[in-house]
T-cell receptor, first 115, second 115 residues
Framework: AQKVTQAQTEISVVEKEDVTLDCVYETRDTTYYLFWYKQPPSGELVFLIRRNSFDEQNEISGRYSWNFQKSTSSFNFTITASQVVDSAVYFCALSADQGAQKLVFGQGTRLTINP | EAQVTQNPRYLITVTGKKLTVTCSQNMNHEYMSWYRQDPGLGLRQIYYSMNVEVTDKGDVPEGYKVSRKEKRNFPLILESPSPNQTSLYFC??????????????FGNGTRLTVT
């Protein structure tokens, strides 16, 4: 069975601080995909990144970066120089089962950036 | 514009009154799915459909029905809603039913309240 754990339920930081959201996953599959989604207050789900299990390269996109470590089954997300617009709920998700399109989501982390 | 459209965005109803939440995609996707989002639980899959006339249960199918008579539409039916079905619902679609080569697109969500 697959499982995703986001241990941080809520995080609150002051603008311009760096913040890391943790994600730990469990799967027996050797091939899988990991995702991060952002859910702003308006409620929609915004896709941020997809990473397959064979690509452990870290990725950076502007102020966002992702650290994938298979050895610790983690896929952490860092926001550098946070901004108020980054305030949202962030979900980590896993797709395994031979690549089936079913996503298993973590519980979500509510991030609040205070001005 | 390529999109997944859910209606309505908000719905308040009473216990036992049948309702349907519609979902339509304009991308000719084969795969469609429904999720519900609850605090502390993340998103959980209700039903999915690999193609027309092919549907299957997800992790939390009890109390829900779906149909896939046309490729573009995948309505979620609650025959006799109960308060524990109060939730935020998301429809999603992808070109194929595999994560390997087709990302999942989410609708904007339907917030359902059953009193």
């Amino acid at each position: 069975a697959q499982k995703v754990t986001q241990a941080q339920t809520e995080i609150s930081v002051v603008e311009k601080e760096d913040v890391t959201l943790d994600c730990v996953y469990e799967t027996r599959d050797t091939t899988y995909y990991l995702f991060w989604y952002k859910q702003p207050p308006s409620g929609e789900l915004v896709f941020l990144i997809r990473r397959n299990s064979f690509d452990e390269q870290n990725e950076i996109s502007g102020r966002y970066s992702w650290n994938f470590q298979k050895s610790t089954s983690s896929f952490n997300f860092t926001i550098t120089a946070s901004q108020v617009v980054d305030s949202a709920v962030y979900f980590c998700a896993l797709s395994a089962d031979q690549g089936a399109q079913k996503l298993v989501f973590g519980q979500g982390t509510r991030l609040t950036i205070n001005p | 514009e390529a999109q997944v459209t859910q209606n309505p965005r908000y719905l308040i109803t009473v216990t036992g009154k049948k309702l349907t939440v519609t979902c339509s995609q304009n991308m000719n996707h084969e795969y469609m799915s429904w999720y519900r989002q609850d605090p502390g639980l993340g998103l959980r899959q209700i039903y999915y459909s690999m193609n027309v006339e092919v549907t299957d249960k997800g992790d939390v199918p009890e109390g829900y029905k779906v149909s896939r008579k046309e490729k573009r539409n995948f309505p979620l039916i609650l025959e006799s809603p109960s308060p524990n079905q109060t939730s935020l619902y998301f429809c999603a679609s992808s070109l194929y039913g595999s994560s390997y080569n087709s990302p999942l697109h989410f609708g904007n969500g339907t917030r359902l309240t059953v009193t």
